[in-house]
C-alpha cells in the first residue's frame, strides 16, 4: 500500500517562497507518475495538477506557475518535492501529493497519469 505524506506547508507573504516536500513509501516507481494538486480555501480540488513528474524525470507545469515552481524527485530518500518562488495570494491552497501510474490515453492520444495514492494535504497561506 503506498503512501504519500506531504509537509512544509506555512504562511508566508507575497513574493515567498516554500518547498513542500512528500515522503513517499511503499510505491511502485516503474512506469509511475507523480504531482502536486491543489485546493483552494472553499473549493474543490483543482482538476489541473500544479506540476508533475515521470519516472524518466519529464516536467509538465500548468501554466499560472510556469517559472516560479519546479517538481523534483529524490529517489535516494523517497521524497517528492515542489519548490515554490514568488508565491501570490491566489497560491494559497492546501497542495496535495499523488503517485499513480503511467497508462496510454486512446481519447488523448498519449501517455495520461493514473493517479492512485493521495496525501492528507499541506496548508499553504500567502498573505498580500
Known amino acids: 500500500q503506498a503512501r504519500f505524506v506531504e509537509s512544509g506547508g506555512d504562511s508566508v507573504q507575497s513574493g515567498g517562497s516554500l518547498r513542500l516536500s512528500c515522503e513517499i513509501s511503499g510505491f511502485t516507481y516503474t512506469s509511475s507518475c507523480m504531482g502536486w494538486f491543489r485546493q483552494p480555501p472553499g473549493k474543490e480540488r483543482e482538476g489541473v495538477p500544479v506540476a508533475t513528474i515521470d519516472v524518466e524525470g519529464t516536467t509538465e507545469y500548468a501554466d499560472f506557475v510556469k517559472g516560479r515552481f519546479t517538481i523534483s524527485l529524490a529517489r535516494a530518500v523517497n521524497t517528492l518535492y515542489l519548490q515554490m518562488n514568488a508565491l501570490e495570494p491566489n497560491d494559497t491552497a492546501t497542495y496535495f501529493c499523488?503517485?499513480?501510474?503511467?497508462?496510454?490515453?486512446?481519447?488523448?492520444?498519449?501517455?495520461?497519469?493514473?493517479?492512485?495514492?493521495w496525501g492528507q494535504g499541506t496548508r499553504v497561506t500567502v498573505s498580500a
Open positions: 499523488a503517485g499513480g501510474t503511467l497508462l496510454w490515453s486512446v481519447a488523448r492520444g498519449g501517455l495520461t497519469c493514473a493517479y492512485k495514492s
